[in-house]
């Protein structure tokens, strides 16, 4: 079974100081790994893609990295408005050519204080 | 720029009723899926669909479940009977092609049943 683990599940941190959130995954075959951001009461929202061991995504405040058996997603220097939590999720391959369903993990909820 | 759209924001029901969300998804996808949260939990895949067909569901997605695409623009998700605990966040998402498999959500319908 596909299995996305999140770590920490809470980080307080204060504004401007930098932290990784993590995410491990046990998945038979990875097609992709997917970080989101959601706001309390919305809809995840699309941050970074990530198809293969190595690669890095960059987006203002947040960088995010793959290994073959996890993901960090940095955060550098955050500002208040960075506070949301924060999704990974993977897509399997070998699931069939028209189902790129995402299994997501908990998430990591970030409060960043002024 | 884009964006899945969900109706209604929030949807009341009496348990046994039947309910219809409705989702438009992006114009130029071509996969839909519908999501649901409920409060406190992971976001977990319902069923995705492609071509005019399910190409896959979950063991959620039982026979108290549809869905359909009626016009080139509108996607549903019909509950035939609600229960208790169907009470959650559905998000519907779309993804645009195999090329461009990250999917964007919507904002959500959060289904109460009473």
């Known amino acids: 079974e596909d299995q996305v683990t999140q770590s920490p599940e809470a980080l307080r941190l204060q504004e401007g100081e930098s932290s990784s959130l993590n995410c491990s995954y046990t998945v038979s075959g990875l097609r992709g790994l997917f970080w989101y951001r959601q706001d309390p009461g919305k809809g995840p929202e699309f941050l970074f893609t990530l198809y293969s061991a190595g690669e890095e995504k960059e987006k203002e405040r947040l960088k995010a990295t793959l290994t073959k058996k996890e993901s960090f997603l940095h955060i550098t220097a955050p500002k208040p408005e960075d506070s949301a939590t924060y999704l990974c999720a993977v897509q399997v391959s070998g699931s069939g050519g028209s189902n790129y369903k995402l299994t997501f993990g908990k998430g990591t909820l970030l409060t960043v204080n002024p | 720029e884009p964006e899945v759209t969900q109706t209604p924001s929030h949807q009341v029901t009496q348990m046994g009723q039947e309910v219809i969300l409705r989702c438009v998804p992006i114009s130029n996808h071509l996969y839909f899926y519908w999501y649901r949260q409920i409060l406190g939990q992971k976001v977990e895949f319902l069923v995705s669909f492609y071509n005019n067909e399910i190409s896959e569901k979950s063991e959620i997605f039982d026979d108290q479940f549809s869905v359909e695409r009626p016009d080139g623009s509108n996607f549903t998700l019909k509950i035939r009977s609600t229960k208790l605990e169907d009470s959650a966040m559905y998000f519907c998402?779309?993804?645009?092609?195999?090329?461009?498999?990250?999917?964007?959500f919507g904002q959500g319908t959060r289904l109460t049943v009473v």
């Open positions: 998402a779309s993804s645009e092609s195999e090329g461009r498999p990250e999917a964007f």
